[in-house]
């Protein structure tokens, strides 16, 4: 009788999820250059299209700020902006949330993907805020779409706070990749404060809906 009480204990005790295990390795920075590229080439195209629509010539774009310097209003400024930010939104979000689950295009290719510490999925709140609001807006050098920010922030406030958002963002960059690679957790500050972390997708069996 004690043998089958045992057993039938045995047979109905949890399982254990494990923890995630965070990549640190190169090929996260890798994945991050990458999406550096695409993520920047993508939020950029409205604007590169925007420029040549209404100049109606083939001299490129080299920055938000020829758009008033050629006698466009400053509405024009903000409305490309915010329109290269959605498409940014789009490639640091949506694509991680509905395209390839847990992946931008640098971590898809690489085979990395974004995952919550306790297995569960990650909502589109939960990119929302790991994705756009902490590694574009207080991250913002580890992204080119971050740049959309600075525009936005001059153009309306009349005052150019590009050298100082600049210097602010590669501090706090720095000091998430310091937290990355040294740190006892290997979480990046984004990872931190959003209770994720970024693995290698065979080690992702474990997590719930495949996140």
Same mark, same amino acid.
């Given at each position: 009788?004690?043998?089958?009480? @045992?057993?039938?204990?045995? &047979?109905?005790?949890?399982?254990? /999820? &494990? ?5 640190? #390795? ?5 994945? #991050?250059?990458?999406? *550096? ?18 100049? @109606? ?5 080299? #920055? ?5 310097? /050629?006698?466009?209003?400053?509405? !024009?400024? !903000? ?6 930010? =959605? ?9 991680? *949330?509905?395209?390839?689950?847990? &992946? ?7 085979? $990395? ?10 909502? =589109? ?5 790991? &994705?756009? =609001?902490?590694? !574009? ?23 150019? %706070?590009?050298?100082? $958002?600049? %210097?602010? *963002? ?18 990046? $500050?984004?990872? !931190? $404060? ?8 065979? @080690? ?8």
């Amino acid at each position: 009788m004690a043998k089958m009480k @045992k057993k039938y204990h045995k &047979q109905i005790e949890p399982k254990v /999820m &494990q923890t995630p295990t965070p990549n640190f #390795s190169s090929k996260r920075i890798i994945a #991050s250059g990458i999406n *550096w590229v695409f993520g920047g080439i993508i939020s950029g195209i409205p604007s590169v299209v925007f420029f040549a629509v209404l100049t @109606k010539s083939s001299k490129p774009l080299t #920055s938000m700020y020829q758009f008033e310097s /050629m006698g466009f209003s400053r509405n !024009i400024t !903000i409305l490309v902006s915010l329109i290269c930010l =959605l498409c940014g939104f789009c490639y640091y979000v949506i694509v991680p *949330w509905k395209i390839f689950p847990g &992946q931008t295009l640098g971590k898809h290719w690489l085979n $990395l993907k974004i995952v919550h510490l306790n297995n569960q999925r990650i909502t =589109l709140g939960g990119y929302c805020i790991r &994705q756009f =609001l902490i590694l !574009i807006f207080i991250e913002g050098a580890a992204t080119a779409t971050s740049t959309y920010i600075k525009v936005l922030v001059t153009t309306i406030s009349r005052f150019y %706070i590009d050298p100082y $958002l600049r %210097i602010i *963002w590669f501090i706090v960059t720095l000091g998430s990749l310091i937290l990355l690679f040294w740190s006892k957790k290997h979480l990046a $500050l984004h990872d !931190i $404060l959003t209770k994720t972390t970024v693995i290698d997708v065979f @080690k992702s069996n474990n997590v719930e809906g495949g996140f």
